[in-house]
């Protein structure tokens, strides 16, 4: 056999799936308990289990999705971290920026979070002007007394970001070459390679992040691929990025920031997938799990935003545009001044929903559900997890219907409409606020939440088709087997399109592109495998951000006219207008070189159209308002051929997940297993 692996590891579950290449067949679907404290535990054990199953030589590709990045700043699990920074530019973290985005008129808006204090932040004497030109020798003997009084005060980490270095990054280098050369075992964050743009807060308190949760994360990193080669030692290990490609632990040791948003993009990828597969071009993905849902709005190709913000702390990197609430299976319902409440709290693995027995007292989604006859009242995961329909009502009505004064029936339904609210709208910020219809998309659910309240919010967005895939509660871990090695330079040059020469332009994306060549060339893919991709970050003169625009080639002055007309349109997409008469500046260059992976293909299987409906496995009690009781047939997805079609309300059952059919809803069988529901 050779298999490829597909590892996500989620908050309250880690999803496996396993691709035998020569078959081309899915080979296992597998779900473990998440222990966040131990993460590389359940690494071994699932390693351990595969090793057994198909032996030490039939791996040769695993593919890991972590939230290691992610928990560790919403954790507050760093190091002590130091910075040297260019003199008279020690309070440029401390200060940041006045906007306040969406907390704009709230007086008592919290400040970013700092993650070091000012004693811990050190002016050195050196200075560039904006081109890269040394205006001031670096002061090395400074950068050495630095380095000793970080030392000194317990430092593991020093960040390192000096005036202008994404133009002329020979200072920081040298800097880092004297850190290096006082205590080896320091890590070292230097800007130029974490974030070499333009914006000094941004890119100063990106620097001190990645240097904040550089030596836990790389050290994980490092664990998780000694451990996967210790059972597979054939294999290659590739970590999933946040911009939806992957890269080796190699190519994250000295930025792992570009780890964190790792986890939710490998299902927007299998979703981009999907919709190829489907011929479908536009597609909002929607990944719910135990504790938040992910939606991703991909009009064609992912969308992408350079900055997210992660515990109150901004970070700016390249990733997939994602839309994060606190919204899953495990949130929790409260009732607080008489208003019900759900989420973004969650009940987590541990313990988990009432219903699991493990603990929990908190009535979360999952034992609404339960209550409501939407999940098995008896088991779930085809019986591996047993769950109580007793805990699950006594949570609900002791927590949310005494206090509410409500029946437990007209409290579970409450929650769930309450959650779905909460979904639909951040749906709508991604869609119609940015201009997207979003009549004109199909809804691709999946996680083990996912198709189950899908159809709950279809009806709000005027969405009219959901796509559920094959194994949707693993579908992130499938995501990976179909994404591609990802190397991204940028380049930040302010200058006017309508002055640019087509040889200048072309000529600083083929030196960013030869760059970013090479680095996948030292990961050993064939020049014949690799291609690259090119963005522009775009404004118009005197605004204050840029929208990313796709760049093709630019060897002609009507070549550079058609990409101003793209940054219009972009622009009148993003914020609902543009003017054509205003000069554009391009400010940033990307380039992105893509190792391609082969995929795996499936095969399609004709679809016979069958005129009676197929035998429910059994009738079971579900409610779909507050009050009446519905008698539904609930169905086995693995004995549903192509062509089978059910009416709703129907329930559809499998082991990684369920799907809902709610009334006046109809759900059919494809060619490739997937469930269409319109």
Same mark, same amino acid.
């Given at each position: 056999?050779?298999?490829?692996?597909?590892?996500?590891?989620?908050?309250? =579950?880690?999803?496996?799936?396993?691709?035998?290449?020569?078959?081309?067949?899915?080979?296992?679907?597998?779900?473990?308990?998440?222990?966040?404290?131990?993460?590389?535990?359940?690494?071994?054990?699932?390693?351990?289990?595969?090793?057994v199953d198909f032996g030490a030589g039939s791996v040769s590709l695993i593919l890991h999705g972590s939230t290691a990045a992610l928990n560790t700043m919403l954790e507050g699990k760093g190091v002590r971290v130091g910075l040297i920074t260019t003199r008279g530019f020690r309070d440029v973290y401390e200060i940041g920026r006045?906007?306040?985005?969406?907390?704009?008129?709230?007086?008592?808006?919290?400040?970013?979070?700092?993650?070091?204090?000012?004693?811990?932040?050190?002016?050195?004497?050196g200075r560039l002007d904006f081109s890269g030109k040394v205006i001031e020798e670096l002061d090395e003997d400074a950068v050495a007394t630095a380095t000793r009084r970080l030392i000194a005060d317990g430092v593991k980490a020093i960040a390192v970001c000096f005036l202008f270095a994404y133009a002329n990054p020979a200072h920081e280098r040298?800097?880092?070459?004297?850190?290096?050369?006082?205590?080896?075992?320091?890590?070292?964050?230097?800007?130029?390679?974490?974030?070499?743009?333009?914006?000094?807060?941004?890119?100063?308190?990106?620097?001190v992040a990645n240097a904040y949760i550089g030596p836990p994360v790389s050290r994980y990193l490092r664990e998780l691929e000694g451990l996967s080669l210790q059972?597979?030692?054939? *294999?290659?290990?590739?970590?999933?990025?946040?911009?939806?490609?992957?890269? *080796?632990?190699?190519?994250?040791?000295q930025t792992p920031i570009e780890t964190v948003m790792s986890g939710p993009v490998a299902g927007v990828i299998g979703g981009r997938h999907l919709g190829d597969i489907k011929r479908i071009e536009n597609v909002i993905t929607f990944d719910t799990g135990g504790t938040s849902s992910d939606m991703a709005v991909l009009p064609g190709r992912p969308q992408f935003k350079s900055e997210v913000s992660v515990a109150r702390h901004p970070l700016r990197t390249h990733t997939v545009d994602i839309e994060t609430i606190g919204a899953?299976?495990?949130?929790?319902?409260?009732?607080?001044?008489? +208003?019900?409440?759900v989420g973004p709290q969650s009940a987590g693995a541990n313990p988990g929903p009432a219903c699991y027995g493990s603990g929990g007292r908190e009535p979360t989604l999952t034992d609404a559900l339960v209550v409501l006859g939407h999940l098995s009242p008896t088991a779930l995961l085809e019986g591996a997890m047993p769950i109580s329909s007793a805990k699950a009502h006594e949570a609900v009505a002791s927590r949310v219907a005494q206090p509410l004064g409500l029946?437990?029936?007209?409290?579970?339904?409450?929650?769930?409409?309450?959650?779905?609210?909460? +979904?639909?709208?951040?749906?709508?910020?991604?869609?119609?606020?940015?201009?997207?219809?979003?009549?004109?998309?199909?809804?691709?659910?999946f996680g083990g939440m996912g198709p189950t309240i899908a159809g709950r919010i279809i009806a709000e967005l005027g969405?009219?088709?959901?796509?559920?895939?094959?194994?949707?509660?693993?579908? *992130?871990? =499938?995501?990976?087997?179909?994404?591609? +090695?990802?190397?991204?330079?940028?380049?930040?040059?302010?200058?006017?399109?309508?002055?640019? *020469?087509?040889?200048?332009?072309?000529?600083? =994306?083929?030196?960013?592109?030869?760059?970013?060549l090479a680095d996948l060339m030292q990961e050993k893919f064939a020049r014949k495998r690799l291609t690259t991709l090119r963005s522009a970050g775009m404004r118009y003169r005197g605004q204050s951000y840029e929208v990313s625009v796709p760049v093709s080639e630019l060897r002609s002055a009507a070549e550079i006219t058609a990409l101003g007309k793209r940054f219009h349109e972009a622009h009148r997409r993003r914020y609902g207008h543009m003017a054509e008469s205003e000069a554009v500046e391009i400010v940033n260059f990307q380039v992105t070189a893509i190792g391609e992976i082969p995929k795996p293909q499936f095969s399609e299987t004709?679809?016979?159209?069958?005129?009676?409906?197929?035998?429910?496995?059994?009738m079971r009690a579900a409610y779909f308002s507050e009050t009446n009781e519905t008698q539904v047939p609930v169905f086995h997805r693995s004995t549903l051929t192509p062509g089978a079609a059910i009416e709703g309300p129907a329930v559809i059952e499998e082991k990684t997940s369920t799907t809902v059919l709610y009334p006046g809803q109809r759900a059919r069988i494809d060619g490739y297993l997937n469930i269409e529901i319109e």
């Open positions: 056999m050779k298999l490829r692996i597909g590892i996500d590891v989620g908050g309250t =579950f880690t999803d496996v799936t396993a691709f035998d290449e020569d078959a081309g067949a899915l080979v296992a679907i597998r779900k473990y308990l998440s222990n966040p404290s131990q993460p590389a535990a359940v690494m071994d054990e699932i390693t351990r289990d595969l090793a006045q906007w306040r985005g969406d907390e704009v008129f709230n007086i008592f808006a919290p400040a970013p979070k700092m993650l070091l204090t000012r004693d811990r932040i050190h002016e050195v004497r040298a800097a880092a070459k004297i850190i290096r050369g006082i205590s080896p075992s320091l890590y070292v964050s230097l800007s130029h390679e974490v974030n070499p743009e333009w914006r000094e807060y941004e890119r100063t308190a990106s620097t059972r597979f030692p054939h *294999s290659r290990v590739l970590m999933m990025k946040s911009d939806g490609g992957a890269a *080796s632990a190699r190519m994250l040791a899953g299976g495990g949130s929790i319902a409260s009732v607080d001044l008489g +208003v019900l409440q029946t437990p029936i007209e409290a579970a339904w409450g929650i769930l409409t309450v959650l779905a609210t909460n +979904v639909t709208m951040a749906m709508r910020t991604i869609t119609i606020e940015r201009g997207y219809d979003p009549r004109e998309f199909t809804l691709v659910p969405i009219g088709r959901i796509l559920i895939p094959r194994d949707p509660g693993t579908f *992130s871990a =499938f995501g990976m087997l179909v994404t591609d +090695v990802h190397q991204t330079r940028s380049l930040t040059r302010i200058m006017r399109l309508d002055a640019a *020469s087509p040889a200048e332009l072309e000529r600083i =994306f083929t030196e960013m592109e030869e760059l970013a004709k679809v016979v159209l069958q005129t009676q409906p197929p035998a429910p496995h059994e």
